[in-house]
């Protein structure tokens, strides 16, 4: 499974290839799913580029990118969208069109309070786990591990010399991770080098503009789909994972 995850945090200030509108992010997915992406992981924004959880922002970036997609697409709940564990579970309370999945950083306040919520309403959920935050040891506390869809194994080391490692370390932080499948990613300098030991392993991986903006030899990416390309080149596994829960 290659999951692409098209915008993150970043804005517009990282390019013109990053996708902000609710039109651009369907342009943007439907290139990179016809490129090989199995998977949509996105940030919905607000007008001013912040990353929003509010439902009036959701609703039309989820509509866009179905109408032009067949694939499950998945959102953030990362606290920098929506300060406060409380109001986090109230915008998930509140959305109007529900993601297939939704990310909840374990190692955030309240993230099992939202991982419940989302689970309660339909939406299934991948456990993010991020190197160095003491996610894996939560993760592996929670009455919640058996029931995510899969884990998203984060690897915050940067470094492209050392990330290979950060990334065995983290895997071995997560043990057995209660039997749920891993997707395994880097990001900026390190997504390349943990991407291919995602692929030698054997492991889901993602890859898109949230990540990186660069392809493995230096140079610029234009978009996420040449992205998904470099990374089927690279020796990601492209066949699909089936999610399941949402609509």
């Known amino acids: 499974m290659v999951q692409v995850c098209l915008n993150g945090r970043r804005s517009a200030a990282d390019g013109a290839g990053v996708p902000m509108s609710p039109e651009d992010l369907a342009r943007s997915a439907a290139a990179a799913v016809a490129a090989g992406a199995t998977s949509v992981h996105v940030h919905p924004k607000t007008p001013c580029g912040r990353d929003s959880l509010s439902p009036h922002v959701l609703a039309p970036a989820l509509e ?7 694939v499950p ?3 953030t709940t990362g606290a920098w ?17 529900l993601p297939d999945f939704a990310s ?3 190692h955030e306040p309240g993230a099992e309070e939202v991982a419940e919520e989302l689970l309660g309403r339909g939406v299934a959920v991948e456990a993010g786990i991020w190197s160095g935050t003491g996610g894996a040891g939560r993760f592996a506390a929670s009455p919640l591990g058996p029931g995510v869809l899969r884990v998203l194994a984060e690897v915050t080391d940067p470094d ?14 997560l043990g057995a991770a209660h ?3 891993v997707l395994l990613h880097g990001e900026e300098g390190g997504t390349w080098p943990v991407l291919r030991l995602a692929a030698r392993l054997g492991l889901a991986t993602r890859i898109g503009l949230e990540d990186t903006l660069l ?12 992205l998904v390309t ?5 020796g990601a596994r492209p066949a699909p994972a089936r999610d399941t829960g949402g609509q």
């Open 73 to 75: 697409v998945g959102v």
């Open 160 to 173: 492209p010399a050392t990330a290979e490692a950060s990334a065995r370390a983290l895997l071995a932080e």
């Open 81 to 97: 969208a929506e300060p406060g564990p409380a109001a986090r579970r109230d915008r998930v309370r509140a959305w109007s069109v």
């Open 215 to 226: 392809l493995p030899d230096g140079r610029r990416a234009l978009s996420n789909a040449e």
């Open 64 to 70: 866009a990118i179905r109408a032009r997609v067949r």
């Open 104 to 106: 909840v950083n374990w």
């Open 230 to 234: 470099e990374a089927l080149r690279t």
């Open 179 to 181: 039997g749920r499948p």
